[in-house]
């Protein structure tokens, strides 16, 4: 009895070449990897160095042997430690979904607060570091405030923000009646004021800071959950995390980084006064963004925003040392946000259709 059986063909002609398409879904085209790698971390921060280069490059075409010198360079380090230690602040309120427009305002508050003649004379009389926790408290209350107006009052953040801006300045200006305030502690300014390894220590601080911003927004559970909070605050809130206690934490931390800012700013020009901070917020806000943090909340880098302040400084340091004024550096910082953000959107758009 014979029985008819019909087996598949299984000849090397007929059968489905797994290998071939395997390795062409595993490995991707040269294009998709260069795409990759402008989207990745790495990326971004490569086109950040490679443009702070090319700025150094037109500094010493145009300034010459002013702009590189190794004095210059610590002036710029200089200048650049005081909005450092505020944007990387920002980053945090940003990455999280949020914006905070009071930063100099909370700077010139927490130094005239800090250098009142009250709070220098208990300085004199036991140590400076009662004008430092003075300026630190002043920043994490206003920073407390703001995080309870936006996270508990449903305010939104630019409304929120905005009332502390005016509320902050008003109040610095009725505290030091609109006068500059001397700094007469000695002790505070020597040490500030000094250097380290031949690096001020304004710098050092600000290298600290920067380290331990990265450290805590890359290594922590609490800067997972920013990350979190920033992409997607309902999925967070369903994820268990308290959404409301975090974003307060996160204004408090840029109130506190303020507060550090305004003791370096009163250590650099030895005074606390209700002017200190102006635009404060527009260059942190723009740092951050040249950095790579994205404005709608759920990706930040703190070496991003390090090197996007040090472009931000070197710039203005060229165009200080050519003698142009500084309504053309309002407008080329105007210009360099633009296409930043619009840089941002193709990218993110980009990343979304691959």
Known sequence: MSEDITRPDTT????????????????????QRSANLLTSGIGRNLGLVVALVVLCIVGV???????????????????AAVIGVVSVGMTFVITGGGIDLSVGAMVALASVWATTLATQQLAADYHW?????????????????????????KIVPFIATLAMLAAARGLAEIISD?????????????????SLLGVPVLVWIFLLVAAAGWVVLNRTTFGRR???????AEAARLAGIKVQRHTVALYVVAGLCCGIAAVMLMARTTTGSSTHGQLYELDAIAAVVIGGTLLSGGRGTIVGTVIGVLIFTTLNNVFTLNN???????????????????????LAARTTSS
């Open 12 to 31: 090397p002609e007929t059968r489905p070449d797994t290998t071939a398409s395997t390795q062409a879904t595993v490995t991707p085209p040269a294009a």
């Open 61 to 79: 075409i145009t300034a010459g042997d002013t702009f590189a010198t190794g004095a210059n360079v610590l002036t710029i380090l200089r200048l």
């Open 129 to 153: 570091i009662l004008m430092v926790s003075t300026a630190l408290a002043v920043g994490a209350a206003c920073g407390l405030v703001n995080g309870l107006l936006v996270a508990y009052g």
């Open 178 to 194: 609109r006068k500059t305030q001397i700094i007469t502690v000695n002790s505070f300014v020597d040490f500030f004021g000094g």
């Open 226 to 232: 920013t990350f979190a909070v920033g992409g997607n």
């Open 324 to 346: 142009l004024s500084i309504s053309a550096q309002s407008v080329a910082k105007g210009a360099i946000i633009v296409v930043a953000v619009l840089l941002q959107q193709r």
